[in-house]
């Protein structure tokens, strides 16, 4: 008997092979769409669970208040960690993370390399963190200043063959560093992303100790380990009065506000969108949902088709079921049977997704910078889940037909008394609807998130960023000879302009206060230190006043120029009106107490310019003259000219900085690379609604040859009476069409609701437009009119005396 009805069953599927194709290639899109975001979605939930004390580590982030603008940043001083340690009898421990923020030189000998990946940590960041050590104690590894851990790539990069502890590492080409133990690479997984980890102590020889128990010097990352049972919240209700009672002097002097919270380390990999001077690469959880949402849109498309072309379908195998029954089927069998066919559609549609998971992963691989694998979906839970899903799938689908058609009687089915009520009709333009309702609130939102992607690359920054290339400082060699590098790279006709600087858009730039004589508070600002060449080699404009200028001896000690934003800010109003006006600084280790403020004069303001992305609104900025800080050199080419300046700067490096391998970095591109989530949700969300779309169409498809074929006579007889193909067309596809603008009406204003509460993540955003909609609409509209008109016009095309011939 089941032989029998599996045999039947896959005469049926060939039988009807263009529903069979529609059914199983549709949903077999559908599934390798939700497989391919499991596996997404799984990477992404699973940074940092691998630590053993996973749930009881946290980071400290500090919310700031400063003169009207809120800000959340990852850094922290570095006295806080361990003062949180002496205070708090549930910390059970803290470590101090730096990062170093640039690719830095690190030397074995002969071998030097360009690193990233750098840190410098407490010797009990192995034992909070679980990062394997092959070789060394995690309780001893960074007890001594020149310690470092290395990873197990580096260690083979390096060494070769040799044995790495005791070797010696030169970092930057002046700081020693002995191997002490060697590291597991560091998982996928991890927000932190390094392959060496120096001691802290390390920052005793370069860092005066009073400014390492600073409470306002915040470069720091701080983690913590609660006690099992301790509760979050409870600590960040004491921090305010742990804050105020160790840093008077520091609050008293700056006009902001601090406040410090605990971050759950699981947290930190998604919900850190918003926050400032981080050094992980970081995920949204926003995109997960999106994405998730997206996931379940499409396979209920599908699962809408699969029940649509299902039920449909029924109608066309009245007489089948009444003939069976006439020789003694039993009901039972015949549910049986439909509900077997159902299933193995759905199980062939399985086998389908998975085929096209393994052909899709290594482009969603190449676009996220993941490594996701399809073995990651053979776990037993995760099979046998899938396996119930696609049962269900195929049982809802084949329900209707099972049940409906096997109680049809013979005697009614054979002489051709089938009605199929309106309720099936119903439910069919229903499952449409849902259908592009669904489609359409993705085309919006695809829509949205190319032409927000599109205003971030073109948005007027307030400066130009093209062609501009910049190369670190190297050596003191490089920084006292800067002008006459600059002057000899400005002889080259590929070379515009050049200037030397601490800080450029997009990149590190310092953080600081100025003060106001006559006001008691710090004012809070960033600060970019440059030279005269700055602003006209960027391409920035002036609003007031005039630039720095070596025609004015005075400029690098008592001038400094404010960006717009930092003119309303401190109440001054119009640009102009800041001209002239007093501005004090307190200097970064000063050589005597009498250096320690530089008292100077706003000489002009600089038209604001976005200096950090555009999901921040512009800040203070402060640009002044501070030539021993200078930290990189930036030059602007000529378009045409990209190949030969390379080759002159790299002759120039060799010449300035032998010792160091030639780097460079075109400013475009790593301005471009803040914005990588962005494209890469723009790339997927824009495939997934594509494929919805698609889904949507094989139904309609399938659906609209159904409605043809149920109204062969009627087109018949109205051919025979004079109706042309084109009114005929217009026929069947009113229908079809009155069902998408009822979806497009349903859809709008979700679509607005949810686009609207992505784009508020930007500080600079597109406006949701009119046309927008209609155009979405527009579109679902005529990928509906050519999907039915296919159908339309072979029915319109069809003999009428065919048509006819069985009445």
């Keep these: 008997m089941l032989r029998s009805y599996i045999t039947i069953a896959c005469r049926n599927l060939v039988r009807y092979k263009g529903y069979t194709f529609i059914n199983v290639f549709g949903l077999a899109i559908a599934i390798a769409c939700c497989l391919v975001i499991f596996l997404f979605v799984q990477d992404e939930l699973r940074f940092d669970r691998f630590h053993a004390k996973a749930k009881q580590i946290h980071r400290i982030i500090n919310h700031r208040s400063s003169d009207g603008v809120q800000m959340v940043m990852a850094r922290t001083p570095p006295a806080y960690g361990p003062a949180l340690e002496r205070t708090f009898p549930e910390v059970l421990q803290s470590t101090r993370i730096f990062g170093f923020g640039n690719k830095e030189l690190v030397a074995y000998g002969n071998r030097k390399f360009f690193e990233t990946g750098i840190l410098l940590a407490d010797s009990t960041f192995f034992e909070m963190f679980s990062f394997p050590l092959t070789r060394g104690n995690a309780n001893q590894v960074l007890n001594s200043p020149d310690a470092i851990v290395i990873s197990e790539t580096m260690a083979e990069k390096y060494f070769g063959n040799q044995d790495p502890l005791g070797k010696q590492l030169v970092l930057d080409g002046s700081y020693k560093f002995r191997v002490t133990g060697i590291m597991r690479d560091m998982p996928a997984q991890s927000h932190l992303k390094a392959s060496f980890i120096g001691s802290f102590d390390a920052l005793r020889e370069i860092v005066s100790a009073e400014r390492l128990q600073s409470w306002g010097w915040q470069q720091f990352y701080t983690y913590i380990t609660l006690s099992e049972g301790s509760d979050p919240a409870k600590l960040n209700a004491k921090l305010p009065a742990f804050l105020a009672q160790h840093a008077k002097e520091e609050a008293s002097q700056q006009n902001s506000r601090d406040h410090y919270q605990l971050q759950a380390l699981t947290d930190i990999h998604l919900r850190s969108s918003d926050i400032e001077y981080d050094i992980v690469e970081k995920g949204n959880i926003q995109y997960i949902y999106a994405f998730s949402l997206v996931a379940v849109f499409t396979l209920l498309i599908a699962c809408f088709n699969f029940m649509n072309l299902s039920t449909a379908r029924s109608a066309r195998r009245a007489r089948e079921v009444g003939m069976r029954k006439a020789i003694g089927a039993q009901r039972i069998q015949l549910i049986g049977q439909f509900l077997g066919e159902s299933i193995l559609q759905t199980g062939m549609a399985l086998v389908l997704a998975i085929l096209l998971t393994a052909i899709v992963i290594p482009t969603l691989n190449n676009w996220t910078g993941k490594t996701l694998l399809l073995s990651s979906l053979s776990t037993f839970p995760f099979l046998l889940g899938l396996f119930g899903f696609t049962l269900l799938i195929g049982l809802l689908a084949g329900s209707y037909p099972a049940f409906f058609l096997s109680g049809f009687k013979p005697l009614h089915v054979l002489k051709g008394m089938v009605i199929t009520g309106n309720s099936a009709t119903f439910l069919r333009r229903n499952l449409v609807v849902v259908q592009f309702v669904v489609s359409i609130m993705l085309m919006i939102g695809a829509g949205v998130v190319f032409f927000q992607v599109r205003y971030i690359q073109e948005k007027n920054l307030g400066f130009s960023n093209e062609q501009l290339i910049t190369m670190p400082i190297r050596n003191t060699t ?297 155009l979405a609409g527009s579109l679902a509209i005529a990928i509906a009119f050519f999907t039915v008109f296919f159908q339309s016009v072979k029915a319109a095309l069809l003999n009428p005396v065919k048509s006819l011939r069985s009445e």
Excluded at 509 to 514: K, L, P, R, T
Excluded at 586 to 602: E, F, L, N
Excluded at 667 to 689: P, W
Excluded at 707 to 730: C, D, F, H, P, Y
């Design 478 to 774: 490089m920084l006292q000879n800067i002008e006459t590098i600059k002057a000899e790279l400005r002889q080259n006709p590929s070379i515009l302009n050049a200037t030397a600087c601490y800080g450029v858009p997009g990149g590190q730039f310092a953080g600081d206060g100025i003060v106001i004589p006559g006001r008691t508070e710090e004012f809070s600002t960033n600060m970019f230190l440059v030279d005269e060449d700055y602003i006209p080699t960027l391409g920035m404009t002036m609003a007031a006043g005039r630039n720095f200028s070596k025609s004015f001896g005075n400029d690098a000690r008592e001038a400094f120029i404010l960006n717009e934003t930092a003119v309303r800010e401190l109440g001054w109003g119009k640009p102009e009106s800041a001209i002239g006006k007093t501005v004090n600084w307190r200097q970064w280790q000063p050589a005597t107490p009498a250096d320690s403020i530089k008292r100077g004069k706003v000489i002009g303001v600089v038209k604001d310019f976005n200096y950090k992305t555009i999901h921040q609104k512009i800040e203070p900025m402060v640009l002044q003259i501070v030539p021993a800080e200078f930290s990189q050199v930036v030059v602007r080419i000529r378009p045409e000219a990209s190949r030969s300046a390379l080759a002159m700067l790299a002759e120039k490096w060799k010449a300035a900085a032998s010792e160091w391998p030639f780097e460079y970095t075109f400013l475009d591109e790593q301005f471009a690379a803040q914005y990588k989530s962005e494209q890469i949700f723009s790339k997927v969300f824009g495939l997934f609604t594509f494929l919805s779309i698609f889904i949507t169409c094989l139904g309609l498809f399938g659906l609209a040859a159904f409605t043809a074929e149920q109204r062969t006579k009627e087109i018949g007889v109205r051919k025979v009476l004079g109706a042309s193909v084109a009114s005929i067309v217009a026929l069947l596809s009113k229908d079809f069409l009155m069902l998408v603008l009822i979806a497009l009406v349903i859809a709008s204003p979700v679509a607005w609701y949810a686009m609207n509460y992505w784009l508020e993540a930007f500080a600079y955003r597109i406006e949701i437009q009119w046309w927008m909609f209609v």
